[in-house]
């Protein structure tokens, strides 16, 4: 049960968004083009988080909308024939690491008082952590991601199963996008099983 209904939901991340966008907590902010918030259905029970934004989410303002994102697109497709606006999609800094580094322990921290406040409005079922950067931040800063991914945790912010980042499946090619397959029909089986499939629709 959720403690928020939806348009106080949405009215308060709407809010949150245009706190976000003037946002200077952090030395991102001075190389950003575009804070890049999060998008996609506030009810959703799913929500994946990834690392950050890079070059065509820096431009766009939109999270995954570049290589890594057309991966994430199709997998959500083919696996649970779903599109993008059926879920939430956020990342764990809102402004984009200067040449796709990590984001910096300083920097995660400056910004993710606004990640765990969209998680508290949209309050997910469950949290998907695409690649070790969320995973850690979510999870446990010691966890390794080739064994955790696929698995369940329940963290202070709810229950987290990490998979690979797009961009590993992008990199690695088959083996790691079948891993990811496996385990985004997981996430799929665990909503189920919970009865909050229905709210995604498929
Ligand atoms: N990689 C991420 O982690 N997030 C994005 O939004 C795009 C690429």
């Not at 988080?49 to 766009?60: F, I, Q």
């Not at 070790?132 to 991914?149: G, K």
Request: hydrophobic share 40%.
């Amino acid at each position: 049960m959720r403690s928020h209904p939806l348009p106080d939901r949405i009215r308060a991340l709407e809010a949150l968004e245009r706190e976000a966008s003037g946002c200077v907590a952090c030395e991102l902010s001075k190389t950003r083009s575009k804070v890049v918030f999060g998008s996609g259905s506030p009810s959703s029970p799913l929500l994946f988080v990834g690392e950050g934004p890079g070059e065509s989410e820096d431009l766009s303002g939109l999270p995954f909308v570049g290589r890594s994102g057309k991966l994430l697109d199709r997998l959500l497709g083919e696996e649970l024939g779903i599109s993008r606006d059926q879920i939430y999609i956020a990342n764990i800094v809102k402004c984009r690491p200067p040449g796709n580094r990590n984001p910096l322990p300083a920097e995660v921290q400056a910004c993710t008082p606004y990640l765990a406040s969209q998680i508290e409005l949209i309050a997910p079922d469950l949290i998907v952590a695409l690649g070790a950067v969320a995973a850690r931040f979510l999870v446990a800063p010691s966890l390794a991601i080739s064994t955790a991914r696929g698995r369940f945790f329940n963290s202070r912010f709810g229950v987290v199963m990490p998979m690979f980042h797009p961009s590993y499946g992008l990199r690695q090619g088959a083996s790691a996008v079948t891993a990811m397959r496996a385990d985004i029909v997981t996430a799929k089986l665990y909503l189920i099983e919970k009865g909050s499939w229905p709210a995604i629709g498929s």
